[in-house]
């Protein structure tokens, strides 16, 4: 994998913020921590891709046939 450094500016707090997981033993460096932060967003902009593409998907589809109790009896089942 490729590696690019980069300069990045944080405020004391964030530093502070930033050492004291370092500390906690969390994260071996500040690096470490940053690419946590990174592919922790990563993920959480993929799921909110997928929610949106399944919302429009569902207003695409058009108005159910189905009673809101049988929606709901199917969602229940479905639920993990």
């Excluded at 050492?19 to 902009?45: C, H, M, P, W």
Aim: charged share 30%; glycine share 4%.
């Amino acid at each position: 994998m490729t590696v690019v450094r980069k300069s990045i500016t944080f405020t004391k707090q964030q530093d502070a913020w930033i050492k004291q997981q370092i500390e906690k033993g969390d994260f071996t460096n500040d690096s470490e921590y940053i690419r946590d932060l990174v592919r922790k967003d990563q993920a959480r902009y993929r799921q909110r891709n997928l929610i949106d593409a399944q919302l429009w998907e569902g207003m695409a589809s058009g108005l159910s046939d189905k009673s809101v109790e049988d929606i709901w009896n199917k969602a229940e089942v479905n639920m993990p």
